[in-house]
Nanobody
């Protein structure tokens, strides 16, 4: 079974940067997608960014130009580089994965919907102070 282990996160001042990592294991083939989601207290879960093994990516409008998703396929690790952080970025961030898929992140907001992912990481807190 696919397992996801997250690292990174923490407390940063507005305008600062953080990097999240999501190391995956257990994929049965080389075709998968990994996405980042976040959930702030009292708010619905929001898709942040997605990357597929075909290097297709997608971003939520709220993070475009500030966040960058990347992958190291040799390490089965996906990174979320977050720059110019704002207090409204404060949330628990989760990575999620779906296996056996191609171009999962290339079609509109398909890769930003949590229901499209079966496997989830443990979550990590990101707090941005003003």
């Amino acid at each position: 079974e696919v397992q996801l282990v997250q690292s990174g996160g923490g407390l940063v001042q507005a305008g600062g940067s953080l990097r999240l990592s999501c190391k995956a294991s257990g994929f049965r083939n080389n075709y998968y997608a990994i996405a980042w989601f976040r959930q702030a207290p009292g708010k619905e879960r929001e898709g942040v960014s997605c990357i597929g093994t075909s290097h297709d990516t997608s971003y939520a409008d709220s993070v475009k130009g500030r966040f960058t998703i990347s992958s190291d396929n040799a390490k089965n690790t996906v990174y979320l580089e977050m720059n110019s952080l704002k207090p409204e970025d404060t949330a628990v961030y989760y990575c999620a994965a779906e296996e056996g898929v191609m171009y999962y992140c290339a079609d509109g907001d398909h890769g930003l919907k949590g229901n499209n992912f079966a496997f989830w990481g443990q979550g990590t807190q990101v707090t941005v102070s003003s």
